[in-house]
């Protein structure tokens, strides 16, 4: 538990890291931290403009398909760009980690931290856009919330477990740039679960993408109080839950079972 | 745990080494079972309590276990077995600027540097002034770092941690800091630090320096303590166990030569006080030099010269002679030149003789050998440093008082 409860002892250092990554990622760069913001946008509008504009895609019981598009996409792009960014994190560290103590897992976290600020983008933007354009969600907008605080410990969890074990194993990060595109495919962004043409003909399909992938709870949850103006479907509530809880405690156990020797093999 | 202290109680610390490591997945799952971890050592059972305003040395050869050690204390590492206790915050100087980003300016990475190393942003902000005087980078501080000499980046590391008021401050191998102007002002500011009741352990080849700041070393062999005491002790002893593993094959391995070969040395030995050939040598004992050197036909009998430098290769002392006047016979015959000395002047360490011919006047090289001969001075009763005093104490005759 020690390995969360750091990160309130060490806030500062939290802090600083965290002002690093942020601003080291976009040093030298004219438009510096203004990029943080323009990244998200500029990805939101050719999601829109390939696949609501040209290509004129659609989903069945969907009007504006654009802004369902755009609500499932912040928490996939905050889970893809964590994983990727966090999982080099301790090795690009080495040089500290080695020679100076100090709580690592700060590290992965930190990197996640700079990627949670363009997620807060990318979710006030779907959540304003919603509020403009969905008369029905006004009312269930604001549960996007706690839903969002939910899925960021989720993928705090992965990343740190997933940040050590690339210190012991490198090709982990290789393993997940390959892993990513495919899994971006198997999950109901760019579609949805519901009155899948294909579902009825191969149902233990649906039903794997829908529960054997962790992130089609969360992203449904997300969706539904968001696009559909509804309360989250409870299952995939509770299955959100559960999952942040299990990522956490995943995280805390391959670190601590991991720390010591992080410091010798980075 | 009290502030200041440090209590290592059996640590143990093994590494696991594959032959081929296990760096990938693929590693991982096609060599399991294959490849047997070899289990090394690097320290085994080490006890050392260091008490509150401490000052002690880790003395030993590469391989030893020292840096371990350290990092053990830094809490870098955990041991395997045993355990390591420190009370208070503690000050790693095991490499510095440890952490410094390129793309950022000196100030930021003071703070960030800072609070990697304990600092809150408050008591960074206090020192910061202070910090940044003492780098001398007054003028630089808000360029990037990537800008920097690597001087100037270690000046800045070590200020850091020089004002991070630790209770504990480690160091390793940390004087080769900037020019020796710098170097002073690096040791004053620990010397200070001690002097203010703090607990230093300091990790050095350098045994001067470990002389100079810690009263107690501990003497690490392959992992084990060997000796756990006063540090003229320990770095006498750590000399002893370095001149006895010497090979006799090593000193020819060493050897550099140059000239244009009219002359030569064709053999260097040195004797003790029956004649017989030695390396080794008590402080003050009797010593000879033997050199056989040979010349061409229609050479001018030679100078000889000699250089004789410690293990930093300081040169303690230069000699030369002309061999015409000892006798030196034209002919393409070996003669052997001896230089004797009653009592040896030097107190103690290893030492390199450099032997060269040349010219009459010094200036046509004919033959020049670097470490024609590497030999050990062990201290005989009180001996420190490299010199050896001949003198003699005495209490003046008593004045009668008016």
Redesign the interface.
């Known amino acids: 538990m020690t390995v969360y409860t750091d990160l309130f002892h060490y806030r ?2 939290f ?3 965290f002002r ?1 990554d942020l ?2 990622k976009y ?2 760069s004219f438009l510096g931290l203004a990029w943080t913001l323009a990244n998200p946008l500029i990805l939101m509008a050719v999601y829109v403009a390939v696949f609501s504009l040209l290509w004129k895609a659609s989903v069945a019981n969907v009007d504006r398909y654009w802004l369902f598009l755009l609500c499932g996409l912040p928490a996939w792009v905050f889970f893809a760009t964590s994983l990727q960014s966090s999982s080099r994190s301790l090795v690009e ?1 080495a ?8 709580p690592r897992q700060l590290v992965p976290l930190a990197v996640v931290g700079t990627q949670l600020v363009a997620f807060v983008v990318m979710l006030g933007v779907v959540m304003v856009l919603a509020l403009v354009f969905l008369p029905g969600s006004r009312g269930t907008v604001w549960l996007a919330l706690p839903l969002g605080g939910l899925f960021v410990l989720l993928v705090s969890g992965v990343s740190l477990a997933l940040a050590s074990l690339n210190a012991l ?4 990060e290789h ?1 997940i740039a390959a892993l990513l595109l495919p899994w971006f495919f198997l999950t109901p962004v760019l579609y949805g679960l519901d009155q899948l043409p294909g579902a009825d003909s191969h149902p233990e399909l649906e039903f794997a993408v829908h529960w054997l992938n962790f992130l089609t709870p969360p992203i449904e949850a997300l969706r539904a109080p968001l696009f559909f103006g509804t309360a989250p479907p409870a299952a995939d509530t509770i299955y959100t839950a559960v999952a942040a809880v299990v990522a956490l405690a995943l995280g805390a156990f391959v670190f601590s079972r991991s720390d ?1 020797r992080i ?2 093999e980075v | 745990m009290p502030d200041g202290e440090i209590s290592v109680e059996n640590a143990s610390r093994r ?1 696991r080494v594959r032959a081929q490591e ?5 590693d ?1 799952f096609v060599l399991r079972g294959r490849s047997e971890p070899i289990d090394i050592w690097a320290l085994r059972d080490v006890s050392v309590t260091v008490r509150r305003g401490d000052a002690v040395g880790l003395i030993g050869r590469n391989g030893s276990g020292k840096t371990t050690l350290l ?1 053990l204390v ?5 041991p395997t077995s045993g355990r390591v206790r420190t009370g208070g915050r ?1 000050g ?1 100087l ?2 510095l600027g ?2 410094f ?1 390129p ?2 300016t000196g100030r930021e990475n003071v ?2 540097n800072g ?4 600092l ?2 408050a008591e960074i902000r206090e020192r910061f002034d202070e910090i940044v005087a003492f780098a001398e980078l007054e003028h630089a501080i808000d360029r990037q770092v990537r800008t920097y000499s690597s001087g100037m980046t270690m000046r800045l590391g070590f200020a850091i941690a020089a004002f991070l008021e630790a209770d504990i401050l480690l160091l390793d191998e940390v004087f080769a800091v900037g020019d020796e102007a710098f170097q002073r002002k690096c040791f004053g500011r620990i010397f200070q630090f001690k002097q203010a009741g703090g607990t230093i352990v300091f990790v050095s080849h350098d045994a001067a320096a470990v002389e100079r700041l810690c009263e107690r070393s501990v003497l690490l062999e392959s992992g084990r303590v060997s000796f756990d005491g006063p540090t003229r002790e320990a770095v006498s002893r750590y000399r002893r166990a370095l001149a006895d593993e010497i090979d006799p094959a090593e000193r020819g391995a060493g050897l550099r030569e140059w000239g244009s070969g009219e002359a030569t040395i064709v053999a260097a030995s040195l004797l003790g006080g029956e004649g017989e050939e030695r390396l080794q040598f008590l402080s003050g004992e009797a010593f000879v030099l033997r050199v056989r050197a040979a010349a061409a036909r229609g050479v001018a009998p030679p100078r000889l010269q000699l250089e004789l430098r410690d293990d930093a290769a300081t040169l303690v002392a230069g000699e030369s002679v002309e061999l015409g006047t000892l006798g030196w016979t034209d002919g393409p015959h070996e003669q052997t030149v001896r230089f004797e000395i009653g009592s040896l002047p030097l107190a103690e360490g290893r030492f390199h003789l450099r032997l060269g011919l040349t010219d009459e006047s010094g200036e046509r090289l004919y033959h020049w050998l670097d470490d024609a001969l590497v030999f050990i001075v062990y201290p005989g009763d009180d001996e420190r440093g490299v010199v050896r005093f001949e003198g003699s104490w005495m209490i003046e005759a008593k004045t009668p008082t008016p």
């Not at chain 1, 194993?169 to 982990?172: I, L, S």
């Not at chain 2, 830094?74 to 955990?78: P, Y």
């Open positions: 500062e250092l802090g600083s890291l690093r601003r080291a040093k030298g560290n040089n500290l980690i080695r020679k100076v103590r100090f194993y490198r090709d982990v393993l010591d410091a010798v | 590494f296990a760096r990938t997945l693929k991982l990092r830094a809490g870098i590492i955990k503690i790693s095991l490499e440890a952490g980003h793309d950022f703070f960030l609070a990697i190393q304990g809150r942003r």
